[in-house]
């Protein structure tokens, strides 16, 4: 990979940055918002809902326009739709208002983050490809973390609304950056071949040094019969490729963000004090900045599907050690960390396998539709979860149905293993 190439991931990766101050900034802001209109857990609740919800709806219906009208431009657009949602969520005077703009800028969010995804698969070399698709995801990670510091001073100094106010600027500088620097996609240029795409093919492979064009190649067959809706995941021997990313989906994002949400609770459930149950999930998320780095730097030397299912299994495997560290504070920080490293790499690494299972015309709308069966898991899981312990179910038991839940991941990324790759 040249300079060029990795100055997209660059970016690509300072997007997702972006995106994870984004959509945690009502995590952030929770209590104060709370505090200041006086709002229940419940009202709380569906204003944490609200920006899932929003990624769900944009990974599904904006992301796929990517294949109709390019990376870039969709990119852009959601950046201008976020920059607006965070902006205007300065200014809110209502809990209502603050949650329809949340679903507003998730919208843009879920845009970016199946586009930006599909644009660092393209421009990446085939050995290192799982590494920048994985250094993207860890992005995420940063944005959280920095986003959590950096919420924490504003919101003493300015107030609550500064924090959604510093996002939405950050995303509108952003915008110049991809108008300026952010390339269209090579593949997408040969595939659907748009006004002037040969030009902008020209210049991009120079750039990439690769050979000048001086015609466009014709359009390749695939793009021909490739049907404009959401058929096109199946058939040609996409069905059972789209089923199984949809299935792992769901389950990895399920099982981890039950794990991720509501660890601190259980342990305290469990008989640790709040503190320590907070110091706990404290070092689980440390250890998934370090996971999506990890499974990324093992994919350029191992298939990375293998390595996927390798890091499921050591999940379930350190998701039921922990299930008996519970009333063992410094056993349970350590497992934590790890455990956090192995399941945010589980995750990451689909967003490896993911684009790596469509052609160049349809990766767009397979890579966006599966993070929405993803975002359906994380929304629901914490319902479930809820349900469960109303119910009467103890931490212990809800950390051994985790478990199961990443075993059964196991067996979708498996059979996608004996699939043959895309183009």
Same mark, same amino acid.
């Given at each position: ?34 505090? =200041? ?57 209502? *809990? ?65 609304? &500064? ?30 071949? /748009?006004?002037?795409?040969?030009? !902008? ?9 690769? /050979?000048? +064009?001086?015609?466009?190649?014709? !359009? ?23 089923? +199984? ?29 709040? =503190? ?11 250890? &998934? ?43 349970? +920080? ?6 956090? &490293? ?39 899981? /914490? ?19 985790? $478990? *199961?839940?990443? $075993? ?13 790759? $895309?183009?």
């Amino acid at each position: 990979m040249n300079a060029f190439q990795w100055l997209v991931v660059a970016i690509c990766i300072c997007l997702n940055i972006i995106d994870g101050f984004d959509v945690l900034v009502m995590a952030f802001t929770a209590s104060a918002v709370a505090k =200041e209109w006086s709002l229940s857990g419940a009202q709380i609740g569906l204003l944490l809902s609200s920006g899932l919800f929003g990624m769900a709806a944009g990974s599904l219906i904006l992301a796929p326009q990517a294949d109709k009208f390019g990376r870039k431009p969709v990119i852009l657009l959601s950046l201008v739709v976020v920059s607006a949602g965070m902006i205007l969520s300065s200014f809110s005077t209502s *809990a209502v208002m603050l949650g329809i703009l949340r679903f507003i800028t998730g919208v843009g969010i879920g845009g970016i983050l199946a586009s930006s995804n599909v644009l660092t698969s393209e421009y990446s070399s085939a050995k290192w490809r799982s590494f920048t698709i994985s250094l993207q995801s860890a992005g995420y990670g940063i944005g959280a973390t920095g986003g959590g510091l950096v919420s924490m001073y504003l919101i003493e100094a300015y107030g609550w609304q &500064s924090v959604f106010l510093f996002g939405g600027l950050l995303s509108t500088a952003f915008i110049f950056v991809v108008w300026l620097c952010l390339p269209e996609s090579l593949e997408f240029l040969l595939s659907q071949q /748009p006004k002037g795409a040969l030009g !902008k093919a020209q210049k991009l492979t120079a750039k990439l040094a690769l /050979p000048r +064009m001086e015609s466009l190649p014709p !359009k390749p067959q695939h793009t021909l019969q490739t049907s404009s809706g959401f058929g096109s995941l199946f058939g040609q021997g996409n069905t059972m490729p789209t089923l +199984m990313i949809w299935a792992a989906f769901f389950l990895v994002m399920f099982a981890f963000y039950c794990i991720l949400s509501w660890t601190p609770k259980l342990l305290t459930g469990a008989g640790m004090t709040a =503190e320590q149950g907070i110091s706990v999930g404290i070092w689980m998320n440390i250890g &998934s900045m370090f996971g999506a780095i990890f499974i990324g730097f093992l994919g350029t030397r191992f298939n990375i599907k293998t390595v996927h299912a390798v890091f499921l299994l050591l999940t379930a495997l350190l998701t039921l050690s922990f299930a008996q560290s519970l009333s063992q504070l410094t056993l349970a +920080m350590a497992l934590a960390f790890f455990l956090g &490293s192995f399941a945010n790499g589980s995750v990451a690494g689909l967003y490896a396998v993911a684009p790596t299972l469509y052609e160049s015309a349809n990766r767009a709308r397979g890579v966006g539709t599966a993070i929405t069966f993803g975002r359906a898991g994380s929304i629901v899981s /914490p319902m479930i979860i809820g349900f469960l312990l109303d119910a009467g179910w103890q931490p212990v038991s809800l950390f051994y149905l985790n $478990a *199961a839940v990443f $075993a059964l991941a196991i067996a979708a990324v498996w059979k996608l293993k004996q699939l043959k790759p $895309a183009g």
